[in-house]
């Protein structure tokens, strides 16, 4: 199964890649190639579509601003539903791109017992055996894919609600409302830590390429093995270049001082 995913996979992979090209210059490192970033944006506007169409359905108070974005309240009512199949076709092929490298490993387990220090950043430099994902951007990948499943069951039981018991549709309704607000506060989760709290993510999903600096401080063991350095020794040198600068800096400006009073 895995190998005929693989192969699937990197045939889509070789055929993004002859429609676009990824860039990558020097201090960098190819993070996603076209293909993974034209699935992730496919998926991300689906959702954010079905997530906007769906709350001016299910609000009576947001059903006024939201539905004249879709052209009314029956066109609403008949787009969202096509949102929904839309977001889960385009997350299948994103499944299928990601599945290796987001199985759960040992080193994900021990990510989870360091959450507190990563979410309040007392961590400046992740686990050395931190890989291309780490423990908490799997969790979210597979709370999609629980809600993706739940959308798509319950939103076929309530399209079709003719063909289904009642109490089924009833079910239907609460849990496709759960899985929404679910996706939703991870949406919120995801945006914040690939924008504002690691800086150079979000460079990832439109140019495909991240500094070296971000990749041996956020995935250690993924910079290792793309690269074939260890990733502190690159941060310590680093770390000694920066502090050289800075020492010249303030040399510099300790001459300046000294001439401009002389």
Do not use: C
Not at 111 to 122: E, P
Not at 155 to 169: E, H, K, S, Y
Not at 224 to 241: I, K, Q, S
């Amino acid at each position: 199964m895995s190998t005929s995913v693989e192969r699937f996979d990197e045939r889509a992979r070789r055929g993004a890649d002859r429609v676009g090209s990824t860039v990558v210059h020097r201090g960098e490192l190819l993070r996603h190639p076209v293909y993974t970033r034209v699935l992730h944006w496919l998926v991300a506007i689906s959702f954010v579509l079905s997530l906007l169409s769906g709350f001016a359905i299910y609000s009576p108070w947001l059903f006024r601003f939201l539905t004249p974005l879709f052209g009314g309240g029956p066109m609403t009512r008949f787009l969202h539903p096509w949102f929904g199949i839309f977001f889960d076709l385009f997350f299948f092929f994103q499944f299928l791109n990601w599945l290796t490298p987001m199985l759960w490993a040992r080193s994900d387990t021990r990510w989870l017992k360091r959450i507190r220090q990563y979410t309040t950043n007392q961590d400046k430099v992740e686990s050395a055996d931190v890989g291309f994902f780490n423990g908490g951007q799997k969790l979210y990948f597979w709370a999609i894919v629980l809600s993706g499943l739940l959308f798509l069951i319950t939103g076929l039981l309530m399209w079709f609600d003719n063909l289904t018991p009642r109490w089924l549709v009833a079910v239907s309704y609460i849990v496709h409302d759960l899985a929404g607000l679910l996706m939703l506060a991870g949406f919120i989760v995801h945006i914040y830590e690939g924008t504002a709290a690691m800086p150079g993510t979000f460079q990832a999903m439109t140019n495909g390429t991240v500094k070296r600096k971000w990749a041996w401080t956020h995935h250690p063991a993924w910079y290792r093995d793309v690269t074939g350095r260890d990733p502190f020794a690159d941060l310590e040198r680093e770390r000694r270049r920066q502090a050289e600068r800075e020492s010249a800096i303030e040399d510099w400006e300790r001459e300046r001082d000294a001439r401009e009073h002389t």
